[in-house]
Structure formats: structure tokens, C-alpha cells
């Protein structure tokens, strides 16, 4: 949900269950839509959502400059530390971001519930695929100061484009 000024812009209905998830929820069936707000353009995915490059790519192709990204990753098989080496889940956070040149805000559950660990990978990640903060162990709040703008900027060198080099004529 993207909230402003009190007033409800937009609901988003994760698109991709995982697990168990799959035997209690009905799946949306509704690509999350960029809104445009006072400070930008925002969409939602909610954890599993985020792994699917073409869900992602979705948004980008609409302009979105903030993916915002509430996830519930257990460590479970991981059992990696966020730092070293950094977990599959969130090099694939980091290569969504670089691929499509746009920032996402990823908020993970911290500490252990119901004999799960979660993975604690909350972190601003950066157009060009880079964690520029992040939470580690335990619980708080990843803040930092961003541009949006630098979204708009798909140049990946003088001559190549993020988006407009993609050639889905042959992509079958």
C-alpha cells in the first residue's frame, strides 16, 4: 500500500507466493503500479515478488525510481551473515537494481520467531546495484539520503541503455 497525505494512492497484492504460502493465499494477479508522489515515483513488490526479473523489469519500464520492498527472508539453508558472503537474496535485490538502474528500499525481519532466523538484509540499494546502507544483526532502521533523479539516467556507457538495448523480438 502507498499511503500520502493520509489518502491511499495505491494496493498492491503480492503476485508470487512462496511455500506454504501457496496452500492459505490466492496469488494477486495485478502487476504493482508506479505511482507518482510528492517525492516520486514509488511501487511496491512484496519478498518473492522481487526475484522475478521480468516483474521487476515491469516497473522500470514504467518509470519507477523507488522499488520498495517489505520481505520476510528466512536464513534457513543460507546461514550466511549479511556481510560475508552476502546472501543470494540480496545479490539478487542488487542485480534488479543494477540491471534496471533504479533504487530499492528492502525492509527484512530481524532476530528469530517461530523457530525461523530471518536473514536481516534491510538496506537502500543504489541505481548501480549498491548497498549504500544497511541494518546487519538485529533490529533498526536503514535511513539514507537519496536521488531519485539519477533513475532517469539508464546510460550503462555512451552508447548502451538499460532499457532501450532490449531486443524482445528475439526473447522467446
Known sequence: MIIENGKI??????AHLFNDEKNIFTPGDIPSRVIQTSIGKI???ICYDLEFPEFVRLVAQNGVELL?????????SFNRSINEPR???LIKAMSAAATNRIWIALSDRCGDERNISWLEASSV???DGWPIVQVGKGSGVAVADIDLAITKDKSLSPKN???NDRRPEIYR
Open 125 to 127: 540499494i543504489d541505481p
Open 68 to 76: 520498495c520492498v517489505p520481505t520476510n527472508w528466512p536464513q534457513g
Open 43 to 45: 511501487a511496491t513488490m
Open 9 to 14: 494512492l495505491s494496493i498492491y497484492t503480492k
Open 161 to 163: 541503455h538499460a532499457l
Open 87 to 89: 546472501p543470494m537474496e
